[in-house]
């Protein structure tokens, strides 16, 4: 071989190794975290969202990091404090005020303003809102959807309901749930229930708590948050009313100040219970712990029912970007990818949830022609969040307590809700 | 030993030591140093840098003090009921049984279980619609509707203890066993011709030959109760109300649920502090030991 030839073969060897090795060097890693990579149908659609941003950004390689529904407050709020957070991560809304307090969440205001005036326009104003600190925009809103009533029509038509008739009022519901609690096998014990509900403490509880106490013309802090509004006769109506659906009509389960969110839901899956507060994640997941149930077919949805005011409460959640990460612009990619339009419907598409995107929610077909999205679309201009302040977890906390005590007759409604309402106001006051 | 400084050997063990004290202050002192820092800092910015006001708010919540006393209650029946049954157990696996490797393999298995898998298992088990234990009684029964056992005011804090009992006594089982088996034989044998009676033998022989075997399983099964958490957690999250809430939930709903770094560590504190009396009694044992 001649000396030019050999020359040129390690000229190229050379040349390629050191391409190779730039593009290495070049591809950037991001840690991304979500609760919903332990749920089943939404891992398999994040990763194979993740497969289409590798293939469209081969230059950035995400890692996924699951995280549990209880734990990942914990697990962001300690790896924030050690400035070792995800580059991104998703926690609900109303954590958020936690987080932009201690400084855990990024200014993405810069991004935003990168990418033209009009960017934010084509979400829903609340949610957009909700985001901002100091007002500018600290985190992105994901998931936005509304609790409905979710009701089995088999069920309904075994009791002598018309499934095609849902309740529209708080007392048809409650009639309805009278006629929905029988012993179905004759043994003289009640083995099924009108209404199943949450009672543990768990973040899902004021989701389905607020459709009451809205309804109902009552709220838990008065307008400007500085005080506890549950002093009002609508809000002790209210809480008696729940409390009486478990204790005095017993409509509901035994157990109820044990059961979580996935209980409630098993109830629902096993036609323990007829009707039940949910939302768009609500018939992937009876169906998965019941295929036998055909959730799809035989669950319906209706709007909350009314007292005073049609009202319901909205499920938001939200995305951040640490403050700690190394690589924010890329980080603002994948935020901007999981946040876009074509992947929120891919999301609404494979989990059923809607976007807070009102280009998805508000136009899609897919959307607005599926039995359950429609109603909670249609839900969506009567939805209210939970006061976004610091204190809230521990207002929730706070109250759900008290409504457990009343549930379990460690004491009277009116006690245990004035109760609550001076330890808000302690804790307000704080 | 040359490694360029001359060390004398009868200061080689400070060489030895040094990694090990180094790794327990990096992983013991440094989060009790931050702990008792956060404790004494004001949760509101303001004009003072250190406070107490923690602790004095501590005394003014109520349900602290309520929360104190679950613990008290929660940790005297856990290691009460863990010392009688590991007791008992250690006894029956300490005589010439058959299979004994393998009844000692399954009285140990409840310990193997982690404590949030216990409770998750546990909560299952109490379900009253669907639970192991509600159906099985009704069937025998034993009761004649689904009992609550985690939702009855009355039944909540017995029930999480119960769960406990199966959950830690193989702890307190094993090191009694490991007490039993150093009593030398004679002893026995020498009351016996004496006359001794069974439970004159339990009094007199047993009890003193475990008498520190006793003070290390007390005290160190004292303190994992005041830290058990997962099992509490999983199971009633500390309802309902707050009848099964104890200091290590109420900690961790403080410091990751509602943020009060302050206030949780000025918690945490003071669990340390009951804690260490508590060592005390095993502390100095082990110094007379010494």
Redesign the interface.
């Known amino acids: 071989m001649k000396k030019i030839e050999i020359i040129g073969i390690c000229a190229v060897v050379v040349l390629t190794v050191c391409s190779f090795t730039s593009a290495q060097a070049a591809q950037v890693t991001l840690r991304f975290s979500d609760w919903h990579l332990t749920e089943d149908v939404w891992n398999k659609s994040l990763n194979e969202g993740m497969d289409i941003f590798h293939k469209r950004y081969p230059n950035i390689k995400v890692t996924l990091e699951p995280v549990s529904y209880g734990e990942k407050?914990?697990k962001y709020?300690v790896e924030s404090a050690a400035g070792r957070a995800p580059d991104v991560f998703h926690v609900h809304a109303f954590s958020l005020p936690?987080f932009f307090?201690?400084g855990y969440a990024k200014d993405l205001s810069p991004f935003i303003e990168k990418e033209g005036p009009g960017f934010l326009d084509a979400w829903y104003p609340l949610p957009i809102e909700l985001m901002k600190h100091n007002g500018k925009m600290h985190a992105m809103p994901g998931d936005y959807m509304t609790m409905v009533l979710f009701y089995n029509t088999e069920m309904f038509k075994a009791a002598g309901l018309d499934p095609n008739k849902p309740p529209k009022t708080w007392d048809e519901f409650l009639d309805y749930a009278k006629k929905l609690t029988r012993d179905t096998n004759g043994d003289g014990?009640i083995d099924q229930w009108g209404f199943g509900t949450l009672?543990?403490?768990?973040p899902g509880f004021s989701l389905r708590f607020g459709p009451f106490i809205w309804s109902f013309g009552a709220d838990y802090l008065t307008p400007d948050m500085k005080r506890s509004a549950l002093d009002s006769a609508e809000a002790k109506e209210a809480f008696a009313f729940f409390v009486e659906l478990y204790t005095k009509h017993k409509v509901v389960?035994?157990?109820?100040?044990?059961m979580g969110a996935q209980?409630v839901r098993t109830?629902l899956a096993?036609k323990?219970v007829a009707m039940i507060l949910g939302s768009g994640w609500t018939p992937p997941i009876v169906n998965k712990i019941n295929p036998d149930l055909k959730a799809f077919e035989v669950l319906k949805a209706a709007p909350a029912p009314v007292k005073r005011k049609q009202a319901t409460a909205i499920w938001l959640s939200s995305w951040v970007m640490s403050p700690n990460t190394k690589h924010p612009n890329e980080s603002w990619t994948l935020m901007k990818f999981i946040t876009s339009k074509e992947i929120e419907l891919k999301w609404f598409v494979d989990n059923r949830v809607t976007s807070s995107r009102k280009d998805v929610s508000g136009v899609a077909p897919e959307i607005l022609n599926d039995k359950f999205a429609s109603v909670l679309a249609s839900q969506l201009p009567y939805g209210k969040v939970e006061p976004q302040i610091?204190?809230w977890?521990?207002i929730m906390?706070t109250f759900?307590?008290?409504l457990?005590?009343a549930?379990?007759?460690?004491k009277k409604p009116e006690k245990a809700l004035a109760e609550a309402h001076e330890r808000i106001n302690a804790i307000l006051a704080? | 030993m040359d490694l360029g400084i001359r060390i004398k050997d009868r200061h080689m063990w400070m060489v030895f030591v040094l990694p090990g004290v180094l790794l327990l202050v990096l992983v013991l002192g440094f989060p009790a140093i931050t702990s008792l820092s956060y404790s004494i800092k004001p949760e509101k910015a303001g004009p003072s840098s250190y406070t107490l006001s923690n602790y004095t708010n501590l005394l003014k919540d109520p349900f602290f003090g309520k929360t104190f006393w679950n613990t008290a209650v929660f940790v005297f029946l856990s290691v009460a009921s863990h010392m009688i049954l590991g007791l008992a157990v250690a006894m029956v696996l300490n005589r010439a049984l058959p299979a004994k490797p393998l009844f000692r393999l399954i009285a140990l298995l409840p310990w193997v279980v982690p404590d949030v898998v216990a409770g998750i298992i546990w909560k299952w088990m109490f379900n009253p619609l669907y639970g192991a234990l509600n159906d099985l009684l009704l069937k025998i029964g034993f009761i004649s509707t689904q009992v609550e056992w985690l939702s009855n005011p009355k039944l909540a804090l017995f029930s999480v203890i119960l769960v406990n009992l199966w959950r830690g006594f193989p702890f307190v089982m094993l090191i009694l066993l490991a007490g039993l088996q150093a009593i030398p034989r004679y002893l026995y044998e020498a009351a016996a011709i004496d006359g001794a009676s069974k439970w004159q033998l339990f009094i007199h022989v047993t009890i003193p030959g475990l008498r520190k075997m006793i003070v290390v399983a007390l005290a160190l099964d004292i303190v994992w109760e005041v830290r058990r958490f997962g099992l509490i957690q999983a199971m009633t999250q500390g309802g309902p109300g707050i009848l099964t809430e104890v200091l290590s939930t109420y900690t961790y709903k403080q410091y990751f649920q509602f943020f009060r770094f302050e206030y949780a560590s000025a918690i945490a504190m003071v669990m340390t502090v009951v804690l260490l009396f508590v060592s005390l009694p095993y502390i100095w044992m082990i110094s007379q030991e010494e």
Do not use: H, I, Y
């Open positions: 407050e914990t709020t936690m307090g201690k014990k009672g543990a403490k768990s389960p035994p157990g109820l100040t044990a209980d109830q096993q323990k610091k204190q977890p521990e906390d759900n307590t008290s457990q005590e549930v379990v007759g460690m704080r």
